[in-house]
């Protein structure tokens, strides 16, 4: 959590900022061997030096970005939560309950079909 630490001390609206902590830490616990880092200004897990997820801050939501992969084949799952979606992205609106069960599907999916990979993206 600590790379993350700065990150989320730039958050000024104290009730985002403590939503992104929770699910940061839960993350970590429910995946304790991800690695974290911060790059293109966006928190980020990675595994074994591959990007696994990211999240970044908005003002009306949280970007969820699995890569393109993932959002594809999980995108049911995605709109079934009532998020809105791009072609690289999620939104999590902050009125928005976090759907954990998905993201834990997305990571759980990302270390398993990446754990042969060598590169950052796909």
């Known amino acids: 959590m600590d790379t993350f630490e700065t990150y989320l001390a730039t958050i000024e609206n104290i009730e985002h900022s403590q939503k992104m902590r929770e699910l940061f830490e839960w993350i970590l ?3 304790p061997d991800l690695d974290t880092r911060i790059a293109w200004n966006q928190p980020m897990f990675t595994h074994h030096g ?4 990211a999240f970044s ?3 009306n939501h949280i ?4 890569e393109v992969k993932t959002l594809t084949l999980f995108s049911e799952s995605i709109d079934e939560a009532g998020y809105e979606r ?17 993201i834990k599907q997305l990571i759980a999916f990302n270390l398993e079909d990446k754990k042969d990979y060598e590169k950052f993206w796909r």
């Open 29 to 31: 616990t429910e995946f």
């Open 50 to 53: 591959t990007f696994i997820i």
């Open 57 to 59: 801050l908005a003002k």
């Open 63 to 66: 970007s969820v970005s699995p």
């Open 86 to 102: 791009t072609n690289n992205i999620f939104r999590i609106k902050w009125t928005q309950t976090i759907n954990r069960d998905l």
